[in-house]
């Protein structure tokens, strides 16, 4: 069933966000600030951009009407109240997915993208987007912390169920 695959990313999805933070938290402010060869720019940059796109997905799931940030807005330049921001978005994102229901994800939503283009799409391509979407961003930040001297965290999915 998806309702029960979907489940399970939102739990690999929090688990996955808590080992990168975990690892982020090593870093220096201007360790994790510093400009670098990325589309946000850094990797403070991408994790904001992770909990703007996160907002926006589940607001438009939950059917919530959603102003649409920009997609490098920062919403918090403190790390610490970003971390808390993250623990809160991924126990809203597993509360919600652990409600899902066969004919929610049988549906289609409707919705305006960032570029102001307006869309209606099945619900299962979009959660299936959505938890994509989470792991090519966690995998830009992989990449800039190989710049750091902090070692990215394994986020292998089979590894983080592992015992």
Not at 28 to 37: A, F, G, H, Y
Not at 111 to 122: I, L
Request: charged share 30%; with cysteine.
């Amino acid at each position: 069933m998806l309702t029960t695959y979907f489940q399970m990313l939102a739990r690999y999805n929090t688990l996955a966000n808590r080992r990168l933070y975990g690892v982020c938290a090593r870093l220096s402010d201007q360790e994790r600030k510093q400009t670098r060869p990325a589309f946000f720019k850094s990797i403070h940059g991408t994790l904001n951009h992770l909990i703007v796109s996160d907002r926006v997905w589940m607001g438009r799931f939950e059917g919530q009407p959603i102003d649409s940030p920009q997609k490098d807005e920062i919403l918090y330049d403190d790390f610490d109240q970003l971390w808390g921001a993250r623990i809160e978005e991924d126990d809203r994102i597993e509360k919600f997915m652990s409600g899902i229901t066969e004919e929610f994800l049988s549906g289609k939503i409707k919705y305006r993208d960032m570029e102001g283009r307006t869309h209606n799409d099945p619900v299962t391509l979009l959660v299936a987007h959505f938890f994509n979407k989470q792991t090519h961003h966690r995998g830009q930040i992989h990449d800039l912390l190989m710049q750091t001297e902090v070692a990215p965290p394994i986020l292998d999915l089979h590894r983080i169920f592992r015992p």
